[in-house]
């Protein structure tokens, strides 16, 4: 199987997780999750038509993967420490159970898309050069 295959597929991957986070994220915390719901319908309907045309050798199929990846990596980096310092600031003030127990799920959430982003976008990196020369 072609590089340029297996990248496609790691694109389709990627994007029913963000589909899945998505979803997870409206489950757990609500209305509140507005911003997660977006990333995650957004990103992950991005991510499958990257990895659709990119699987028909369109060279700009993987550009567009990339660039998301690399895009998601930076937002969801921003949010995840965003998260984890409004997290921090909820240990230190007694805060309710369910309002601790739900910026929790909402890190952890957000911590996994961002990790399955960086490894994404550092898997798509490794292989450029053999997906320039599989695709046009």
Same mark, same amino acid.
């Given at each position: ?21 998505? +979803? ?6 609500? #209305?509140?999750?507005? $911003? ?5 319908? +957004?990103?992950?309907?991005? +991510?499958? %038509?990257?990895?659709?045309? =990119?699987?028909? @050798?369109? @060279? ?9 990846? /690399?895009? !998601? ?5 921003? @949010? ?5 310092? @409004? =997290? ?7 805060? #309710? /159970?369910?309002?601790?127990? $739900? ?8 911590? +996994? ?5 960086? =490894?994404? !976008? /550092? %898997?798509? %990196?490794?292989? /450029?050069?053999?997906?320039?020369? #599989?695709?046009?």
């Amino acid at each position: 199987m072609t590089i340029h295959k297996q990248i496609s597929y790691l694109y389709a991957f990627f994007g029913v997780f963000l589909l899945a986070c998505g +979803a997870v994220a409206v489950d757990i915390a609500g #209305e509140q999750a507005q $911003t997660a719901l977006i990333t995650g319908i +957004a990103g992950g309907l991005l +991510a499958l %038509v990257a990895g659709h045309f =990119l699987n028909q @050798r369109k @060279r700009w199929g993987y550009l567009l993967g990339t660039s998301e990846a /690399a895009l !998601l990596t930076v937002l969801l980096g921003w @949010r995840a420490g965003t998260y984890f310092i @409004r =997290l921090l600031d909820m240990v230190q003030q007694p805060q #309710e /159970a369910n309002t601790t127990h $739900t910026a929790g799920m909402a890190f952890l959430l957000t911590t +996994a898309m961002l990790v399955v982003a960086l =490894l994404t !976008l /550092a %898997v798509s %990196v490794m292989f /450029a050069k053999q997906v320039f020369a #599989e695709t046009k």
